[in-house]
């Protein structure tokens, strides 16, 4: 039949042309291209394109806010600001950059697998020519600089610069304040204290630590109660594979027993396996659950949402726990106009907008002490502050392999469960971060 | 009692009254079949009643009484704010335009295939089908890159017609399969009377197939225009730029990496199921002819 | 076929729907088997690797495995929805639509479909609120009335982590094969129904020479479609318990999803998808034989 043959003969012939290598591929970044940065663009009759997916009523949307409009005053220039879903970044940012649609200046996540991967591929502009012009380095403490770097490999810690950050991120404990003083509590300064406190809760018929076993939350809880025992090079091991990590080492077998031995006594609820972590946020919010281990990102919903007293206080006895920068500011390599993208940048860590961040509680990475008067929102940049003076970021646990937090998670499952014994949930998270590692770093 | 389809199944006229049998008293059973199937219709919807109630709570309601309590007050700040931020109505156009696109072009590319399967009974036909309902086998992120370099080439990315064209396909492939097994069992006698009369090929499709099996075709742009409404993956991946956006997209800025904003999700939820179910509601009155007693001509 | 009119004259009418086929299906199908045979992360160029890949998931337990609870899945979006499915139409149509109001009818049917339009996304937040061990609807309601003893952690053990999934897909697969089935009996000459009713025939007996003949088109239709479906399914699994507690609800498209998009490993991603596509292209073409032959059988 003809048309049988017509259409036969079309297909293979688009289909060669088209399986022809599309050389549409990372074009060689830009980082020998030392051009000198002009500080001061003129951005009259042009726009900025800016993509970012926080929400607007959070201190980085309102401190965005104003920068985008103090920009446009400095430079004339206007801004085009999309808000996006994180979800679409998420899994077509390496799409998106590949193409004229992709934005001047963007958010993105900072991590191996995120604006590693990117850079490694080529999709970002080395930015050491912006930072040396315009001295950002100077105002990030050099934990929070190893997320904004990346080797050739894409490996955080060392490299050039591809992100600035300018807000930062770290877990700690919410506490009710309320139920504490109706028990008589304290707060705990050592580990011991803290188990104390839950025994406490615990001999009164009340589940004392909010959990969610089905997202990040118990994740990091384990993470934390192994950084307890860990030391700094124990984190850079795990997270830039400077040496094998072993998931039966002392810090995770401390971790993984402590975890539970909690579920046993009832300090965590076997239910957390069928919680996201909303939920858990939920049951803190309703005074169901006195103590919640969870991130700086809850603060602004616990401020305004919350109706007992509360409060938060560091991992008592840690000298590490979970946190890092914030999410990066990326120019992407495709963008049209750099310059003005750097000016953009120089802008949101400039000390108004950075005051202003912590003003609106959030926490900048280069504020003034005196910005903030709010006493929560002063305890919220100090605990960090003190972790970023002892070096005491330790990042992620879901980190290093990019399907990690999904196994991470199915492992605790079914350590909560019973399914697993401690050592084998130990050896299943041993053979799933080994088999992710074995894909990053070429 | 055989019945032989061809024999027996009719051409519905339209606008034929429902010859309702309403003289014999409705038994027992009868009015037990009735208070199952409104059972089951309650427990259908039930759940939707739970993103009603929050869709209108505020935060903090939402926070001290949890997802099963009754809203203490209309809160409409949230989903005001969310209007706004990500431009809703542009967001709404779009979605109707490609999910109304996809279900008038998803149709006529059903038809005309299956016209040649079913009632062509072209030689090879079911491998035929069988590379069509590829169309529904192959998971959508494997179509992902390809397509992407394909439209990029050609200047498609991060337009709506992208998606149009690619759902077109991917539902239309199945209208094709429904259509194709439809068409297959046509009665014999309505295609040879017409060819007798003169008709050719197009005017049988359009004058003696289509009329019958238009309860099947409502069928289709239905469910089309749902199934496109609904999509999420394709529409994230090729449509980039905020103004190109569906509403599925906006709706996924609610939710953050790690903190979503449960009750404005709920508003926005019932925003973008709203005209769906409009839709659906307007062509139920054509998937409800009713019955007719048709005669074969 | 019409008689006095050629076949080759029909092929005409399949060139748009061949055209676009290709170019939007065969060809990136085709291209996917292709990156199967190579290592690509989406940017620079993929480079070959042979055969890895293929070894690499014939040697995945975890993939294959997966399948099993593809069973699951396929009770509850086929078996399940396509029986009651029937039922439900049947009731609808010849008693709720003949004996009572046709209206009543159409708006049963419309909110059997409700939970076809709703999002999986928020679909599954909905089903979060149900299912929550602690303060969920369904271990509320169980507690109000006095069955306090069957609360479950349902999302959260293994043992009830899948049969909840199930129980979701079939509330939100119902109204598919309902709406389908009842469009299709409207082709059927209610004079059957009024013929076999004046016979003495009850209404099981009209149900099984009438009904499921006159629509076995859609009945095909509809077992295939949601068969494919069923062993496709992702998005209910994702966001309800990501695959979880433990492994205990993988599904076989997670594993592809999780490489393409979260590992960023295309190639890997891509030999799943193919994998796939083959399984489930081969129960598709079983289907489609037999019901080619029934229907040649009938003819003869």
């Known amino acids: 039949m003809r048309q049988r043959r017509i259409i036969a003969g079309s297909a293979l012939a688009l289909t060669a042309t088209l399986l022809l290598p599309a050389c549409s591929g990372g074009s060689s970044d830009s980082a020998g291209s030392g051009g000198d940065i002009d500080k001061a663009p003129k951005g009259a009759g042009k726009t900025l394109t800016i993509w970012t997916y926080e929400d607007k009523t959070s201190a980085m949307g309102i401190a965005w806010d104003a920068a985008m409009k103090e920009f446009t005053k400095e430079t004339g220039a206007k801004v085009d600001f999309q808000l996006k879903a994180f979800e679409q970044i998420n899994k077509t940012a390496s799409q998106v950059l590949n193409s004229d649609a992709a934005p001047d200046v963007m958010e993105y996540n900072k991590g191996n697998a995120t604006s590693g991967l990117l850079s490694s591929q080529g999709l970002l502009t080395d930015l050491d020519p912006a930072v040396k012009a315009y001295g950002w380095d100077s105002k990030l403490a050099p934990s929070i600089q190893t997320t904004a770097k990346y080797s050739e490999d894409g490996v955080m810690g060392s490299g050039a610069y591809y992100g600035i950050p300018n807000y930062g991120e770290y877990v700690e404990t919410y506490y009710n304040k309320d139920l504490f003083k109706k028990y008589d509590l304290q707060v705990p300064t050592t580990i011991d204290e803290f188990t104390q406190v839950l025994a406490a809760f615990k001999a009164k018929g009340i589940t004392p630590l909010a959990e969610s076993a089905q997202e990040y939350p118990l994740g990091q809880l384990l993470y934390q109660l192994a950084l307890t025992q860990a030391d700094r090079q124990w984190v850079t091991d795990y997270q830039t594979y400077t040496a094998p990590a072993d998931f039966h080492d002392a810090a995770w077998t401390y971790a993984a027993t402590t975890l539970k031995d909690w579920v046993d006594k009832g300090y965590i609820s076997k239910s957390v396996t069928g919680q996201k972590a909303q939920d858990a946020g939920d049951a803190f919010e309703a005074g169901k659950n006195p103590i919640f281990f969870s991130g700086s990102w809850w603060y602004g919903t616990f401020t305004s949402e919350v109706k007992f007293d509360w409060g938060t206080f560091l991992f008592p006895g840690a000298k590490m726990s979970p946190g890092s920068s914030g999410n990066l500011w990326v120019v992407p390599d495709n963008s049209s106009e750099k310059d003005l993208a750097y000016k953009f940048i120089d802008i949101t860590m400039s000390p108004e907008i950075q005051n202003l961040m912590a003003k609106s509680g959030g926490i900048p990475v280069a504020a003034d002490d005196s910005a903030v008067t709010d006493p929560k929102g002063k305890e919220l940049v100090d605990n960090f502050t003190t972790l970023t003076k002892e070096d005491g970021l330790a990042f992620y646990p879901d980190w290093p392999a990019p399907t990690f937090y999904d196994d991470l998670n199915a492992s605790l499952q079914d350590l909560v469960n019973g399914t697993k014994s401690v050592d084998a949930a130990l050896s299943q998270m041993q053979t799933d971060y080994d088999k992710g590692v074995k894909e990053i770093g070429g | ?297 | 076929m019409i008689k006095g009119q050629g076949r080759a004259g029909y092929w005409l009418y399949l060139i748009p729907g061949a055209a676009l086929l290709v170019t939007i299906i065969v060809v990136p199908l085709g291209w996917n088997v292709y990156l199967s045979f190579t290592k690509y992360r989406g940017i620079k160029p993929p480079t070959w690797i042979g055969l890895d890949n293929w070894k690499e998931l014939f040697h995945d337990g975890e993939f294959w495995a997966s399948f099993q609870h593809s069973i699951a899945m396929v009770v509850a979006m086929v078996i399940v929805p396509t029986v009651v499915g029937l039922v439900l139409a049947s009731l609808l149509f010849d008693v709720v639509g003949r004996r009572f109001n046709g209206k009543i009818a159409g708006l049963l049917r419309a909110l059997f479909y409700l939970p076809q339009i709703l999002p999986i996304a928020i679909a599954a937040i909905l089903v979060g609120w149900i299912l929550r061990p602690d303060d969920g609807a369904l271990n509320d309601l169980l507690s109000k009335v006095g069955l306090g003893s069957l609360q479950h952690n349902w999302l959260g053990s293994p043992g009830t982590a899948l049969v909840s999934i199930a129980a979701v897909l079939v509330w939100v697969q119902i109204g598919y094969p309902v709406v389908v089935f009842m469009s299709a009996l409207q082709r059927i000459d209610p004079q059957l129904y009024e013929a076999a009713e004046l016979d003495g025939a009850n209404w099981y007996q009209r149900f099984r020479a009438i009904t499921l003949s006159g629509i076995r088109p859609e009945i095909f239709v509809v077992v295939l479609t949601c068969t494919v479906a069923a062993l496709k399914v992702f998005g209910p699994v994702y966001a309800l318990t990501r695959g979880g507690p433990g492994d205990s609800t993988v599904v076989p498209s997670y594993y592809s999803y999780s490489e393409f998009f979260t590992a960023q490993r295309v190639g890997y991603g891509a030999t799943i998808a193919t994998a796939l596509t083959v399984v489930v292209l081969v129960v598709a073409i079983f289907f489609v034989r037999a019901q080619f032959r029934l229907a040649a059988q009938e003819e003869s």
Request: aromatic share 12%; proline share 5%; glycine share 6%.
């Open chain 2, 1 to 297: 009692m055989s019945l032989d389809q061809s024999e027996r199944v009719t051409s519905p006229a339209p606008e034929r009254p429902v010859p309702q049998n309403k003289r014999r008293r409705r038994t027992g059973l009868e009015w037990t079949a009735l208070a199952l199937t409104v059972l089951v219709a309650v427990v259908m919807i039930a759940p939707l009643l739970l993103v009603v109630l929050n869709a209108v709570k505020s935060p903090e309601d939402f926070a001290n009484h949890g997802p099963l309590g009754l809203p203490s007050g209309i809160y409409l700040d949230g989903i005001r704010t969310f209007w706004n931020a990500v431009d809703f109505p542009r967001k709404l156009w779009n979605s109707i335009v490609i999910s109304g696109l996809v279900a008038v072009f998803g149709v006529l590319f059903s038809v005309l295939n299956a016209y040649a399967l079913g009632i062509g009974r072209i030689r090879g036909r079911m491998w035929v089908l069988v590379a069509f309902l590829l169309a529904t086998i192959v998971p959508q992120e494997a179509l992902l890159y390809p397509l992407y370099i394909m439209f990029k080439h050609i200047g498609l990315y991060d337009t709506i017609w992208s998606v149009i064209v690619v759902f077109i396909v991917i539902h239309g492939a199945f209208g094709t399969y429904l259509l194709a097994s439809v068409f297959g069992a046509f009665p014999k006698e309505l295609l040879e009377a017409a060819a007798l009369d003169g008709a050719n090929r197009r005017q049988i499709l359009w004058r003696v197939v289509v009329p019958v099996v238009r309860p099947t075709l409502a069928v289709l742009a239905v469910f089309f225009f749902i199934w496109t409404w609904n999509e999420f993956l394709i529409p994230l991946s090729f449509l980039v730029s905020a103004d190109h956006q569906t509403v599925q997209v906006g709706i996924a800025t609610l939710q953050g990496e790690r903190i979503m904003n449960v009750t404005t999700i709920s508003a926005s939820a019932l925003l973008g199921i709203a005209p769906t179910l409009l839709f659906f509601l307007v062509f139920q009155r054509t998937l409800t002819r009713g019955l007719t007693a048709g005669a074969i001509k």
